[in-house]
């Protein structure tokens, strides 16, 4: 199970952190990731992080965004700079038990029930 938090409002060029934190034993073997989805479009990649720390993102948010996890919290951040209107979706962590991280979202097992981001003009 996963479960989002930090969503919410913010004006164009601020900040979020996201959260997510994960039930499990295996949280240090997981591959995890963040999507997006904006209204009207589909499901998109935004970061992922392999259990040896590799970690991959969109080019859009690359230098704004980081990604990071604590194992021994069972929890992965996705830390928003610089934000933008464009950024405004549903934010999803999902996580998958064995692989490489990936921007499929098929590859995926798990995901969490997703955390509002707006950002206003």
Do not use: H
């Amino acid at each position: 199970q996963l479960v989002e938090l930090g969503g919410g409002l913010v004006q164009a060029g601020g900040s979020l952190r996201l959260s997510c934190v994960a039930s499990g034993r295996t949280f240090k073997e997981y591959s995890l990731a963040w999507f997006r989805q904006a209204p009207g479009k589909e499901r998109e990649f935004v970061a992922a992080m392999g259990r040896d720390g590799f970690t991959d993102y969109k080019n859009s948010v690359k230098g704004r965004f980081t990604i990071s996890r604590d194992n021994a919290k069972k929890t992965v951040y996705l830390q928003m700079n610089s934000l933008s209107p464009e950024d405004t979706a549903v934010y999803y962590c999902a996580s998958k038990s064995s692989g490489l991280p990936t921007a499929d979202v098929s590859r995926y097992d798990y995901w969490g029930q997703g955390t509002q981001v707006t950002v206003s003009s």
